[in-house]
T-cell receptor, first 116, second 112 residues
């Protein structure tokens, strides 16, 4: 079964600093999803990546999937306290070809704290 | 994108009792997923629920403990049966949609 390793496990930054969270898989990623979770709440969809080398941005968050499709990174520019939360990467099912017809396997999450 | 209403948002239950969690989706969806998130842990899939067929359970989860209903394409329930403190977790439902997955707001369950 696919396992996702996220690093770092936790991150504390000062407001305004840039940061990067990594998600690494031992197998090819068929659809890589990034979510944000506020403590004790549901998941907020951030971005989905499918193609090797793909990069997507939304506001101050940029996500990339490497050419080999085994590693993804999430980069936040000029962090703000509103960025604080748990960031989770999830991988789609190989059988489903990464499309939205299978389960997601999640990394263990990265806890981000942003100090004002 | 699909909007999911999940109830209850939280509950405190006595051990040995059961709790049923509901998820209502604002559009018809083929697949619904139920996840568990234990304290300080990531999400683990419990089962996949398709309308008109029995749910498919992941390794380590059984129907007697987590019975699921999927009576139509917009609704599903997960029951946590004969609860013990180890069942204290956040339970989330999710639906597949074009371009990604949407999650409910979660049910925070505490078993005392």
């Amino acid at each position: 079964s696919q396992e996702l390793e996220q690093s770092p496990q936790s991150l504390i930054v000062q407001e305004g600093k840039n940061l990067t969270i990594n998600c690494t898989s031992s197998k090819t990623l068929y659809g890589l999803y990034w979510y944000k979770q506020k403590y004790g709440e549901g998941l907020i969809f951030l971005m989905m990546l499918q193609k090797g080398g793909e990069e997507k941005s939304h506001e101050k968050i940029t996500a990339k999937l490497d050419e080999k499709k085994q590693q993804s990174s999430l980069h936040i520019t000029a962090s703000q306290p509103s960025h604080a939360g748990i960031y989770l990467c999830g991988a789609g099912s190989e059988r489903a070809g990464g499309t939205s017809y299978g389960k997601l396997t999640f990394g263990q999450g990265t806890i981000l704290t942003v100090h004002p | 994108s699909a909007v999911i209403s999940q109830k209850p948002s939280r509950d405190i239950c006595q051990r040995g009792t059961s709790l049923t969690i509901q998820c209502q989706v604002d559009s018809q969806v083929t697949m619904m997923f139920w996840y568990r998130q234990q304290p300080g842990q990531s999400l683990t899939l419990i089962a996949t629920a398709n309308q008109g067929s029995e749910a498919t359970y992941e390794s380590g989860f059984v129907i007697d403990k987590f019975p699921i209903s999927r009576p139509n394409l917009t609704f599903s329930t997960l029951t946590v049966s004969n609860m013990s403190p180890e069942d204290s977790s956040i339970y989330l439902c999710s639906v597949a949609r074009v371009g990604g997955y949407t999650f409910g707001s979660g049910t925070r369950l505490t078993v005392v």
